[in-house]
């Protein structure tokens, strides 16, 4: 019965439980081994195919509800729900033959579509303003999000523009959440699917095409960073902070682009796992996030992935 479809998804199940009951006590732990629970759905649905995927996401999802019915999309930065529906989706978006950045945009699309719409429907069913809603769980997730590094012996400190005064943490962390929660739905579905990919490759799955390592924006959206950056300088507040949030997804998506051109030089130049795995890393820490922001915005000229071409990549 193991490598019977009722096995695998079995097992694909007992992945989810158990991800789930380690990493729901604690929100560290909910964020180190929580983040991973799209990861059995993408393996699944490759394997057997989308509609075992979707039965493996509604019996979480059931089950979700069943233990704790008090289980909100709000309760956490990344909710159990939008996990589950992340792992449905990259399952479906390579069933369908989607290319793995495609498939990447379009899953955070959907995602954001989704809480815009629950936002809106929580806003309509307690009689108060979309906006005035969004500001008061803005408030509370920046203040738990504060509370966790405080007690994690990690402190926060206030931000001072240049030639403007200082702009605390928490108020830094509302004006600005809408792009971290662009960033942390796209950071979290990369993972899953580079990690998905890398397992796949040993189990002796195809690969789909393109890969990662080929990522590349369209042209077209150095205009709208252009744009979104001078936006910054316009004497109204809101158009300010919209060109803010803005900078902040487009400058990501150049650094997805830097990414893919490291891991074309990774693969070029055969690097160790070890020592990729470490690069990857120290991309995340500043100031390798400007950089490779950048590398990934001067590929639109450059190119440095035409020669010579990288050889056959999981990435």
């Not at 744009?227 to 158009?239: D, E, I, N, R």
């Amino acid at each position: 019965m193991a490598g019977s479809p009722l096995g695998i998804w079995l097992r694909g199940l007992a992945a989810l439980v158990l991800l789930f009951v380690l990493g729901f006590p604690h929100p560290f732990a909910y964020l180190a081994l929580g983040i991973w629970l799209p990861l059995p759905i993408i393996l699944v649905g490759w394997r057997l195919g989308s509609r075992w995927a979707a039965l493996l996401t509604l019996t979480a999802a059931a089950g979700l509800v069943v233990a704790n019915p008090s289980l909100s999309l709000f309760k956490e930065s990344l909710g159990a729900g939008q996990l589950l529906l992340m792992g449905l989706i990259l399952t479906l978006g390579r069933n369908r033959g989607w290319a793995d950045g495609n498939a990447l945009v379009i899953t955070v699309l959907i995602i954001c579509l989704g809480l815009a719409t629950l936002l809106l429907g929580q806003a309509w069913w307690a009689q108060v303003a979309p906006l005035h809603l969004w500001e008061q769980k803005a408030g509370e997730l920046a203040a738990t999000l504060q509370k966790l590094l405080e007690e994690s012996g990690l402190g926060t400190q206030s931000w001072q523009p240049p030639g403007l005064a200082p702009v605390s943490w928490q108020a830094l962390m509302i004006r600005i959440l809408p792009a971290l929660m662009v960033v942390n739905i796209g950071c979290v579905a990369w993972f899953n699917l580079v990690v998905a990919r890398r397992l796949g490759g040993a189990f002796g799955w195809p690969p789909s095409e393109p890969r990662l390592c080929q990522w590349r924006n369209p042209e077209w959206l150095i205009f709208g960073f252009l744009a979104a950056g001078f936006s910054l300088l316009a004497p109204l507040p809101g158009v300010r902070l919209v060109g803010l949030n803005l900078t902040l997804i487009i400058g990501f998506l150049y650094f997805c682009q830097g990414v893919a051109v490291v891991a074309a030089m990774f693969q070029r130049y055969k690097v160790p796992l070890g020592l990729r795995g470490l690069g990857y890393l120290l991309m995340f820490i500043n100031p390798m996030l400007l950089v490779i922001a950048l590398v990934g915005l001067i590929d639109l000229w450059l190119d440095f992935r035409q020669f010579p071409r990288p050889r056959e990549s999981e990435e």
